[in-house]
């Protein structure tokens, strides 16, 4: 097993103490019991400070001088200010905010180096004329210690280790009703003995409980709390789909007003149900060219907000599934003027915090709560979730029956344990991984394009016209390839990938394929897939003519609250006719549910909502398309496609909204 390396870099001006310095702490290491191979070395300037820690990864904390100067090469005694160490702690929290750092100050100006850097990102202080290397070195160790420490996985493991005999669920007993079965012990061995015997129940009281934490549950999540950078965190096991019906639960009463992108994941759509809100649905932008659907224009988020002041909260997704980011603080703010409150859905962007290149995150842009599918793009299992809040009017009660009106009495583990390791892994390898993956994907890139038919479509590509202005960046650990030029269906190419080359990508429109990088992406997966396309480039098929998706119709009118509308029994009416001709007699009816044609996953009709012509004849297209979608929400009476509709005498029951 690898053992890691930790450095830790001492930032002085004056060569000789530097010199003295890092060899009395290094020798104090070595002296000393060292597990994540702590190593010192040392630097005079700030430009070499910041030059080395954004380029070694393995720098996990600093030491620097309170003063740092530069001697004038044309005046030997004359020194000039480099930075103070508040301005260099500054930057440094810019890049990494998870080092910790250590200010070297004289003891005469011990309060008035303390006092400058009180609200700043500092771990603590060292006298310099005492030169207690052994004490320096303890505390850093310490500190790296408490960024390392898993408090539940590391509870998990002592318990299954204690090999205690089960009296209780889960009914597999540690496995032992699998592991001597002579039809299912095939499942014991492919998945291993330590899922079972880590798989257990709310029986055992040293692993805390999920529904109301006290111990190593409660610890672990206020250590991601840290990481991440909120107030406090709460791990989902339900994934990001509960994580964010949790939140709507807790903020909004039936009948509060919701701003919302009407691109936002289903479950968003589905947690307007189960809250009750009045949603103001906001039509996202739209791509005509590759058919993908990016953010709101930030001119409709204003207009939506100065309209609306009445609404209790947004929500938008950032980055989208394509990877293209909202610029966050300005609507942020515009929402908090009208006392707003703002959530981010961070599924797909959950390492932001741990590399500059992706910050601000939504938390660092002002946002009140962000959920994370840590399973997505960090170490952590499917299904394994974060919720973090930095809400300043945070109803910790409220937030908690909510929580667990959503969250099983049984959860699993082992994802618990994951969200622990990938809260550590990010702390401490975060921004060497991501580095890493935003050099492969650079590479990528290039080596795309290299093959003359496939070309990787860029921010300039991706954006709709009307985002032009709206300060749009890109992630680009999101890979968006045009394959309209490779003489194969989008379907035929991801079949081609996956049969003969082994590969399979993340999503796909009529023209576009979406290859996803994460911080386990590596070189070998990188050339294995560049060699594919390559040699499918190579057999230069004709262009094919491309089924181009037609534009999602933009939204109606909502003329009753979706939950009311959902409950309602309703009734069935058919989309075609015997004759295959789209049914006229849906025009000027509510939908009682939500259509939702996958891709794109944008909702046509939700409860409540006004159908038009114009709607059904482009569900009715869906259903015809010779491009596989499925239309989730359509109800099949034999063969036949049908809505559910409110009745007349429902309609009249429910309180009309416009």
């Known amino acids: 097993m690898k053992k890691p390396v930790s450095r830790v870099l001492v930032i002085n001006d004056e060569k000789l103490i530097l010199k003295a310095f890092v060899k009395g702490l290094n020798a104090a290491a070595k002296s ?25 990864g393995d720098i996990q904390a600093l030491v620097v001088d309170d003063k740092l ?3 004038d090469s044309g005046n030997r005694h004359a020194r000039h200010l480099q930075m103070t160490a508040l301005e260099l702690v500054q930057k440094i929290s810019l890049i990494r905010p998870e080092l ?18 009180f609200s700043e990102t500092v771990d603590g202080y060292f006298y310099r004329e ?9 505390i850093l160790n310490a500190q790296i210690q408490e960024k390392a420490r898993t ?20 009914g597999h007993s540690s496995g032992d009703s699998l592991r001597d079965s002579p039809w299912v012990s095939d499942f014991y061995e492919f998945i291993g003995e330590h899922i079972f015997r880590a798989d257990l129940s709310v029986s055992v009281p040293m692993l805390d409980s999920l529904m109301g934490p006290t111990g190593v549950i409660a610890e672990a999540q206020k250590l991601a709390a840290r990481a991440f950078g909120a107030q406090r965190t709460f791990f989902a096991t339900n994934g990001t789909s509960t994580a964010n019906k949790v939140i709507f639960q807790t903020l ?44 709101v224009p930030k001119q409709t988020l204003f207009k939506a907000i100065e309209e609306h002041d009445d609404a209790q909260a947004l929500i938008l997704t950032s980055c989208t599934y394509d990877g293209l980011r909202y610029d966050l603080p300005p609507i942020i703010q515009a929402a908090h003027a009208r006392g707003i409150k703002v959530i981010i859905d961070e599924a797909w962007y959950g390492f932001a915090r741990f590399h500059p290149a992706f910050r601000p995150t939504a938390l660092e842009a002002g946002a009140d709560y962000a959920t994370q599918s840590t399973h997505k793009v960090l170490s952590a299992f499917s299904q394994s979730s974060m919720i973090h809040v930095n809400d300043p009017d945070f109803n910790a009660h ?117 290859l996803l990088l994460t911080i386990g992406t590596t070189r070998s997966k990188v050339s294995r897939l560049y060699d594919a396309l390559m040699r499918i480039a190579r057999k230069n098929r004709a262009p094919r003519r491309i089924y181009r998706t037609v534009e999602i119709p933009r939204f109606t009118a909502l003329y009753y609250l979706p939950r009311d ?65 499925a239309v989730h929400g359509i109800v099949y009476d034999g063969y036949l496609p049908c809505i559910r509709l409110l009745t007349a005498e429902e309609e009249r029951s429910l309180k009309r909204l416009v």
């Open 252 to 295: 909004l009463a039936p009948g509060n007003k919701l701003l919302l992108d009407r691109n936002c994941h289903k479950s968003v759509h589905h947690g307007v149900i189960l809250s009750g809100a009045h949603p103001v649905y906001l039509d996202s932008s739209v791509n005509k060219k590759f058919n993908i659907y990016g953010p």
């Open 100 to 117: 910790n750092i250590y200010v070297l100050i004289a003891q005469e100006r011990e309060g008035e180096v303390v006092d400058a850097l």
């Open 398 to 514: 409220l937030f908690r029956e909510n929580f667990n009106m959503h969250t099983s009495t049984s959860p699993q583990y082992s994802m618990i344990a994951s969200l622990d390791v990938a809260r550590k892994q990010a702390v401490l390898e975060g921004y060497k991984l991501l580095a890493r993956t935003l050099e492969l994907s650079a590479e990528l890139r290039v080596q795309i394009n290299s093959t003359g038919v496939f070309q990787v479509l860029e921010l300039a590509d991706l954006l709709p016209d009307e985002l032009r202005d709206d300060h749009i960046q890109l992630d680009p650990t999101k890979v968006t390839v045009d394959i309209s030029r490779c003489g194969l269906t989008v379907e035929e190419l991801i079949r081609e990938l996956f049969e003969h080359y082994n590969i399979q990508v993340e999503k796909s429109t009529f023209n576009t394929l979406t």
């Open 565 to 629: 509308a959902f409950y309602c029994g309703g009734e069935l009416m058919p989309l075609l006719d015997e004759k295959d001709s789209v049914n006229s007699d849906l025009n000027s009816r509510v939908c009682a549910d939500q259509i939702t044609p996958y891709p794109p996953g944008i909702p046509v009709l939700v409860p409540g909502q006004l159908i038009t012509r114009e709607i059904t004849h482009y569900l009715a297209g869906m259903l015809r398309s010779q491009k596989r979608i």
């Open 69 to 71: 100067y530069t001697l």
């Open 151 to 170: 408090p539940f996985y590391d509870q998990l493991k002592h318990y299954v280790l204690m090999a205690k005999d089960a009296w209780h669920t889960p």
């Open 130 to 138: 005492e030169q207690d290397y052994r004490g320096i070195y303890r």
């Open 32 to 56: 000393i019991e060292n597990p994540f191979g702590i190593i010192f070395c040392g630097v005079t300037t700030v430009h070499e400070a910041l030059q080395s820690i954004e380029q070694d």
